[in-house]
């Protein structure tokens, strides 16, 4: 009979929240990636990340109170150390266009999140341009998340905790039979009594039964403003988004750790790419046209800027069920971009459906 409980394909943020919950349930684990530890080739890679309750449906509302009440805490505690930055969340754009569903579905809710005027949002934040036609919503739950530390110490809390890792082992093939699963990697067979693939833009190549994603590259950039630093940093400095109109949604975040002051488009739609593809040059008068568009200050520069990967799923939706071919294999399929807030959540899903496996 096979040591190991469960093996995760995947690196990422899902894979590594799986495995934390599996592990702090006393699960012998091992995690499995083609690449090595902080890679830059993925979708969980770069220091920070947005997490807002500021939403357009009611069901991922929840989730973010979810994730921000229970399983992030969870999380920092074990970890022992903060993973987010509290800082407001400013979310605005045409009430009349897709914000209106943010507007809805949000106040709904009955979150700490409210609705004021243009003229206040710009007091409050002078650097961002806000037009005087948009609706605001000023998230109180919303906060930097400390995106590389947090991915850091997930390891480290894993490895502390007994779990090993297959760095630069890229799975092949993953074949169940009654009581195991045998994962064919580069260096040798791994056999688990479960699995979970969360492998990003790469799990339908992995596990053709995986919903096929659209894997769009983004980029980011880090921009140097014509502004007193300290406006820029967070608890001054809000992460944002302006949704204008469908697949034109713009975001940002505070400087971190004298990173610049971070922007980027949010690419939604668009001719896929493949994963392994070599990345073109930043289009970096792009980005430069983008913060003069969206900062109300001058903006002297682009200090750096980065490439990352989106896997669009169906539907943008989250999926964490058991593979059709395997009750011994879970599979994850979530990111379009937004699930690195969802993390916890989506990493405890699977391990909750692992769990049932892992038992003698
Ligand atoms: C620019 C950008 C900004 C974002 N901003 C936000 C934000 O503000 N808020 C938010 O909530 N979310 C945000 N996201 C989304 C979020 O970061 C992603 O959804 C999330 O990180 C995806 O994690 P993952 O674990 O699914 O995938 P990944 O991080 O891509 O992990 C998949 C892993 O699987 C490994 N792998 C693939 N194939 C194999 C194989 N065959 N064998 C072994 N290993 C394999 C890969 O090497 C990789 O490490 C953003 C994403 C990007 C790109």
Request: glycine share 8%; hydrophobic share 45%; proline share 6%.
């Amino acid at each position: 009979m096979t040591e190991i409980d469960c093996a995760i394909v995947g690196a990422g943020i899902h894979g590594l929240c799986a495995a934390f919950w599996l592990s702090r349930r006393g699960k012998r684990v091992v995690v499995l990636d083609r690449h090595g530890p902080g890679h830059a080739l993925g979708g969980s890679h770069g220091a920070t990340r947005i997490t807002r309750s500021s939403y357009h449906e009611a069901d991922l509302v929840r989730l973010a109170t979810e994730a921000h009440q229970d399983a992030w805490p969870t999380l920092e505690r074990e970890l022992g150390t903060a993973l987010r930055a509290a800082t407001p969340g400013l979310f605005f754009g045409p009430p009349d266009g897709p914000f209106g569903d943010y507007l809805r579905a949000t106040l709904a809710a009955g979150v700490a999140v409210e609705a004021i005027p243009p003229t206040t949002a710009r007091r409050l934040f002078p650097l961002l341009r806000i037009e005087d036609d948009d609706a605001v919503l000023l998230d109180h739950t919303a906060a930097m998340i400390l995106a590389g530390k947090t991915m850091e110490r997930l390891r480290s809390w894993l490895h502390a905790h007994g779990a090993t890792f297959g760095w630069n082992m890229p799975a092949r093939n993953l074949v169940a039979d009654v009581d195991s699963v045998r994962i064919e990697t580069s260096s040798g067979t791994v056999r688990a009594r479960s699995a979970v693939v969360s492998a990003g833009a790469w799990s339908h190549e992995l596990e053709p039964s995986m919903p096929v994603t659209t894997v769009l590259r983004q980029e980011v950039g880090y921009f140097d403003l014509d502004a007193p630093t300290a406006r820029t940093r967070v608890g001054a400095f809000p992460v944002w988004a302006r949704i204008a109109r469908a697949n034109d949604f713009v975001y940002g975040l505070p400087d971190h750790a004298d990173a610049g002051t971070k922007a980027a488009r949010h690419v939604t739609v668009g001719e896929g790419t493949d994963p392994d593809d070599e990345p073109p040059a930043i289009d970096r008068l792009a980005l430069l046209d983008l913060a003069r568009e969206h900062f109300a200050v001058p903006v002297r520069g682009l200090r750096a800027a980065e490439h990352c990967l989106y896997a669009m799923t169906p539907g943008q939706s989250f999926r964490v069920a058991r593979s059709p071919l395997s009750s011994r294999i879970v599979q994850v399929t979530a990111c379009s971009g937004h699930s690195f807030k969802f993390g916890p959540v989506i990493g405890r899903a699977a391990a909750d459906l692992a769990m049932d496996l892992a038992v003698g």
